[in-house]
């Protein structure tokens, strides 16, 4: 008969009847007939198909139901309790209580794996037992130890090879064995070990290969994700991801998951977390799954199987898709009664309860994350064997070398460089995906912060060594500047002194110009009082002949234009209008006197203005002789009222003619005092003008002597402001010079310190490979094994003779943290080094309980907690909430609860993160940390939870003892020398630790400096005040090394015994003490 590729595809796989197939039929069918009912038990290897032979058995037996025990390690009588009253009603009989079977007259009670369920404590298998009594008596005794008995109720055992009670052997006598031909012949396609890449992705042959195009790689990736899905849905329904912690398992499934929008059920670990709320977990899973007729993934993590219990629900889910006792009998209807119109459309052939079971395995897909290196792992297997026959197997330890390259060159954070991976070699405990992931972040945290540092330090140094070179370089200049500002102040100096030379005399020049103008104004202002004097006599002559002439002039002034017009007219004018006319021509300087020159006169236009504004003294002697003697001669003409007979013109002009001559006469008269007058008048004005030439000659004395002063103030004024930044610059010189010169050890030094941290930095990469490497796999080790490693590390990468504490810790750190209480040997300085740069939650193995001091006095705002204290949790929830630094001390296991904190399992809800812890979702602050501290050196840690844990190892060592005893036997020999040595030890190291910071201080500031150094003289003075502290600092140091070493000296003289101790000698001396 042939077999179609749907029939693969059921759950109800075809049965190939072969020869010894059919055999093995007819002897189970014997079993199972109306006159023959009797217990059988069925033995052979795993996948032998003992379980089709039976199902296509019971298949053919119509009278009978099939109830199924899915028997584990943990299994107890109660399993077959729960079973029989789930699927057998009771009845009352004569002989009491009755089981009976509900649906059909047959039950057939199958017990799978009965070779799994462990003795207890005293040696007795309950369950084989409880099934001895059964098949003996028929019957049991219940809770309340009323006996129930057992109706049409038949039993078969199925199990694997392996001891079985002797009570079952007689059962044997009808088994074929056909065990080594079966054997031989069956093919094992129901595990899938995956150690090749085959389905989880690899980068195994990767490296090299060409890139491929975007929509090949996204089929791929599609393609690899998906298969564990085709692996949970097609060939099950579950799967078993087997291997190593931070292979992301448990991610993938997520994943998977949500690519085919399946809702993700796994348990929340709470403190007091335990069977009741795994159950409930597990119930609301297979609820959700029938209820919305979806498929589910129920996710368990190793770390999350708290009781075997969890694993034995698992194991008899992924079975038979039920769990004894998980649900209620209420529960149980109202799942069927959703069920059953599902059952109908689906036409299953069965009843309820098996209808139930095929649609849980059908809907609800467990995926199980273990973790190989747990010791409990091959128990766990063995124990619950249809975890691994019925889930699709995925397995894998580790990755191989081609992966962790891929895994380096896809970080985000690391550098892309990764030719030192090539040649480490990759050990079993290095093989940890987990570790080797946390030591790739711990590089790239490590590698950032020490860039940083070192690139910040060799800043400041070069900005510091810049800074010194520029002062040297400006003290230079600045001593050739004030040389050159020194000859200039000279010849300032020299040049205001010239300038008030020339002010001075000038000044006296000024003074005798202005005696010689006083005294001409003085010379003047007599002159003056003459010359009233001759003007007052004068007028005195005149003032009886002015009036006739302004009168004179007033009447010529009101002569008609017509008047003269008719005058000018006249061919033969009359005798004494040409007389007057004579006399007036002869005034105006007129020679020519004919008639003619006379009506020219008379015909310009300005004749009256000329005549009244006429000036007597432009009368001649001359002329006024001829007009006198015209005018004596010819008086009848000059007779008013003959003149103005003569013409109506002609009566002002002699009346003018006459008053102008007498005027003349008088001025004739006078001429001498005139001929004084102007005279004096004319030394006035030379007087005048001679005074104003002085006057000029004193403002032009009196500007020059203001240039002269503004010359000199300004000479003065340079010469004051080169004297001044002469003198400044003297005190900067001074003061930068002595800064220069003290600082020339350090300048020196940091040259050195430049080209040792230029050198670092070529190599802070390679540096900080080994520190991360160092404090993440070895921090639980030895100090023979760390140096044995660390030794390998440095002779792979090509570093002799690194430290990564050196690297990690400068020595004024190292000396802060012994100042805060830490024990200055080097394996605690180790140990701290890892602690702060390792894994966030480092779990402290300290013995003497001092570790824990220490970091509650070396972390600011820290908070000690107590393991077992009740309110714990509540703590570390205040903690993770507000940023706080938790140490919780005395830890003697580690809670699973405290996992996700661990593994940093965080996820975003708009702008902020949160994570959940102890049921809750929570806020999470980055400035969260959590270190765990126990004294028990043998703590107990499941391994799941240990791989997440940074463990670090502060037991004492054979050298730490012996110092440790050497220091006590100190103190009790000689007390004081001990507490006086430590007190100068305890001196040295703050002294340095400030030393450190003082020059940390000055490169600061240097380096800070925008301005010139040397202009800053706030700077300059600060600077020279931590140089003297630092100086002062060094020579205290010296004197308490100096101190130190002989107090050493004596120490060793006195207790030279305790020095030369043994082996055994310090450890009598530990056991003495």
Known sequence: MGVKLDELKTDTKPFILTAAAQSNKDTVLSWLSSTNRQPFLVVGPDGCGKEELLKHCFAEDNQSQLAIVHSSAQSRASAIMQCLLQHCVQTSSASGRVLRPKDKPWLILYLKNIDLPAPDKYGTNEMLTFLHQLLTYEGYYDEHLDWIGLENVQVNRKSILGTISSQFEKLLKNYRNTTGKTKKEVIFLDHIFVTNGTV??????AVGLPLIPHSRHDYQVRLRLSHPFIATNFLGGSVLLAGRS???????????????????????????????????????????????????????????????????????????????????????DALSTALRDQMSQDGFQGDMQQYFAQRVRTLLHVGLVLDTDSTAFEARIAENPAIFKQSNVIWQDSWGRASVLQVCLNSERICSDVKYAKNVSIQHKIQSPYKFQRCIENYASIYEKKKSVIAGRLERLKAGVSKLTEAREQVALMQKTAATKSKLLAEKQADADEALKDISKSMTGAEDQKTSMQQLRAATEEENMKIAEKKKKIEEQLKDVEPLLEEARSAVGSIRPESLSEIRSLRAPPEAIRDILQAVLLFMGILDTSWEAMRRFLSKSSVKDEIINFDAHRITRDVHKKVSALVQGKQASFDPKNAKRASVAAAPLAAWVTANLQYSAILEKISPLEQEKNELISNLSKAEKQIQKLSKGLLTVDEKVAALKEKFEGLMKEATQIKIDLEKEQETIAAAGTLVDRLAGEFSRWQIQMESLTQEMDNVESCSIITAAFVTYLGGCSEKIRTEVLKTFQQNINLNNFSPVAFCAMETEQLNWRNHGLPADSLSIENTVIIFNGSPTPLIIDPTGRVASFLHSFIQKSEVLRAAQTDLFTQIEFGIRFGKTIIVDDVTEVDAALVPIFRRELSSQGPRQVITFADKQIDYHPDFKLFLCTKNQQIVIPSSIRNVLSEVNFTTTRSGLASQLLGLAIQIERPELEEKSSSLARDTETKKVELENLEQLLLQQLASSEENLLGNAVLLNSLNKSKENAETISRSIMESEKLHKELTDVLILNLFPFLTWNTGAVLCGAICL
């Open 200 to 205: 989880v992705p690899s980068s195994h042959n």
């Open 246 to 332: 931070g292979l992301g398992r448990a991610d993938a499934i997520r994943l998977i998951a949500n690519m085919h929008e399946m809702t993700v059920f796994t348990p929340r670990i709470t403190p007091n977390y335990g069977q009741k709320q795994f159950d409930m977990e597990l119930k609301n899973a297979i609820q959700t799954a029938l209820s919305n007729n979806e498929h589910v993934v129920f996710l368990l993590e190793d770390y999350k199987i708290l009781r075997p219990q969890f694993l034995q629900a698992i194991n008899v889910l992924v079975s038979s898709g039920d769990v004894p006792g998980l649900f209620s009998i209420q529960e149980l």
